[in-house]
């Protein structure tokens, strides 16, 4: 047995495609004694029914066969599987298909019959070789997707538990986080930021008031005006919501959104004060849709505004609450989407 070659146990099948019996006997015999498993056919057309039906690693294929042709066989062959490696086995130089077929159907390679059947051996050797990198890449592929999927669930589950505590803390401002993340992502997209962006802004949206959780009801359900203290206690809440989401190092992205969206665009923002692009891009986006949704929004002591008075409200604070550049693009949303907005607003009155 040869160096090296790849062994029946490793499981490769081959089917030998050839009209004349005698060819495959002695192909298969000799592939036999090399340790291999080999199946042969000597009608075409059955042959083509055996791939359908059973799986092979490679198949030798005779070229000029009847009642088909070898190239018309792979014709068929590729309808329905693309993975199979082939070999087409020519019985003189003639004979050699041309070059676009081969490439047209994805033959991976081609040998003359001859008394040396060396030649053949190297070629199924490195055949095998090739479908065995094909099989471990497949593999790890599969491997990899599962793990990603796995990921992907663990994800949605830790942002749906939060999204129950960030609830239960909503009630008095019904369905802000949710709004609040739906108009983010819109001007996410508005100032064309890339899809993986405007679902980590939508995330940021959802969770950006998440340090509520850490603020007495009494003070956030207050219906009268707070006290400096309670302001200041109020205040605490965008550090306290970056420290929970710090728990969870997969929303390490949004942390920028919960700890900077209450930052003023003029410097006179809480917690750091920061100014201008100081305040991190995603921050800045959540703030104005933060704003806006305040703005809309019924309150136990007071109606919400309309869209344009919060609109002519946005324009006034350009520069100083707000970036300018981000809230003249929520400004368009506005003006062109209107009907979205408005029934985003109704969903929470
Ligand atoms: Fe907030
Ligand atoms: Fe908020």
Redesign the pocket.
Same mark, same amino acid.
């Given at each position: 047995m040869r160096k090296n070659q790849i062994r029946s146990e490793d499981g490769y099948k081959i089917l030998v495609v050839d009209d004349e019996q005698g060819i495959i006997d002695s192909i298969s015999i000799f592939l036999k004694r090399s340790g291999y498993n080999v199946f042969g056919i000597t009608n075409p057309l059955e042959a083509i029914e055996q791939i359908r039906r059973e799986n092979f690693d490679l198949l030798i294929l005779d070229y000029i066969m009847t009642p088909i042709h070898g190239d018309k066989v792979i014709e068929e062959v590729r309808k329905f599987n693309k993975d199979l490696y082939i070999l087409l086995l020519t019985g003189h130089k003639d004979l050699v298909p041309p070059l676009e077929t081969i490439k047209k159907y994805d033959i991976q390679g081609y040998c003359e019959k001859s008394d040396n059947p060396n030649q053949l051996l190297l070629l199924i050797e490195s055949a095998l070789k090739s479908v065995e990198q094909v099989k471990t890449i497949k593999k790890i592929n599969t491997e990899l997707k599962i793990s990603q999927d796995k990921l992907a669930d663990a994800y949605m589950g830790t942002v749906e538990a939060l999204r129950v505590a960030v609830d239960a803390k909503d009630t008095y401002t019904k369905g802000h986080s949710d709004r609040v993340a739906y108009y983010s992502k819109l001007l996410a997209k508005e100032i064309n930021l890339t899809s993986q962006e405007q679902e980590r802004i939508y995330i940021g949206g959802l969770f !950006? /008031?998440i340090g509520?959780i850490g603020i007495p009801d009494s003070i956030l359900q207050k219906p009268e005006q707070l006290t400096n203290e309670e302001y200041s206690e109020i205040k605490n !809440?965008?550090l306290i919501g970056a420290q929970i989401i710090n728990a969870a190092s997969i929303f390490e992205d949004i942390i920028p959104i919960v700890k900077s !969206? !209450?930052e003023r665009y003029d410097g006179k923002g809480y917690p750091n004060g920061l100014k201008g692009d100081e305040i991190p891009i995603y921050a800045r986006i959540v703030a104005i849709a /933060?704003s806006f949704d305040a703005m809309t929004s019924d309150r136990q002591y007071r109606k919400g505004m309309t869209i344009d008075a919060a609109k002519t409200e946005i324009i006034r604070n350009i520069d100083t609450q707000f970036d300018g550049n981000i809230a003249r693009a929520f400004v368009k949303i506005l003006e062109r989407d209107r009907k979205i907005i408005e029934e985003a607003i109704m969903l929470g009155r």
């Open positions: !950006h /008031d509520k !809440h965008p !969206h !209450h /933060d």
